[in-house]
C-alpha cells in the first residue's frame, strides 16, 4: 500500500487549501482512511475520518464546519478540502488508513499506513 500526499502549501488567515491523497497497491473493502496532522512539539491528531462502510465521515472539532473530507473511488484518492483557514492548522499533514478493520481517527496507533505528509502552514 502506497499514500502519497499532495496539495500542501502557504496561506493567509482565512484561505483555502485542498490537499489529495493518491492510493495505490490497496485492496481492502472493509478500512478507515483519515487525514491526520502534526505540529512540532505536539502529538499528532486526527482531524477527519472516511468510513467505506456507508461513506460516512468524522471530524475533530478544531475543523467542524471548515474541512470537508471526500473519497474519489474512480481515482482511488481521499480528499481535505480546508477553508478558514487559521495559523493554530499550521502542521504537516498525513493521509492514512487503516486497512481491513475500521479505525477512530482519534487513536492515530490504529492506522497502518501513512503517507509521507504534506505541509500546510497558515499565516496571520
Known amino acids: 500500500v502506497q499514500l502519497v500526499e499532495s496539495g500542501g502549501g502557504s496561506v493567509q488567515t482565512g484561505g483555502s487549501l485542498r490537499l489529495s491523497c493518491a492510493a495505490s497497491?490497496?485492496?481492502?473493502?472493509?478500512?478507515?482512511m483519515g487525514w491526520f496532522r502534526q505540529a512540532p512539539g505536539k502529538e499528532r491528531e486526527g482531524v477527519a475520518g472516511?468510513?467505506?462502510?456507508?461513506?460516512?465521515?468524522v471530524y475533530a472539532a478544531s475543523v467542524q464546519g471548515r474541512f470537508t473530507i471526500s473519497r474519489d473511488y474512480a481515482k482511488n484518492a481521499l480528499y481535505l478540502q480546508m477553508s478558514n483557514l487559521k495559523p493554530e492548522d499550521t502542521a504537516m499533514y498525513y493521509c492514512?488508513?487503516?486497512?481491513?478493520?475500521?479505525?477512530?481517527?482519534?487513536?492515530?496507533?490504529?492506522?497502518?499506513?501513512w503517507g509521507q505528509g504534506t505541509q500546510v502552514t497558515v499565516s496571520s
Open positions: 497497491g490497496y485492496t481492502y473493502s472493509r478500512y478507515t
Open positions: 472516511f468510513y467505506s462502510n456507508n461513506s460516512s465521515t
Open positions: 492514512a488508513t487503516s486497512g481491513g478493520v475500521f479505525a477512530p481517527i482519534s487513536r492515530p496507533s490504529s492506522f497502518t499506513y
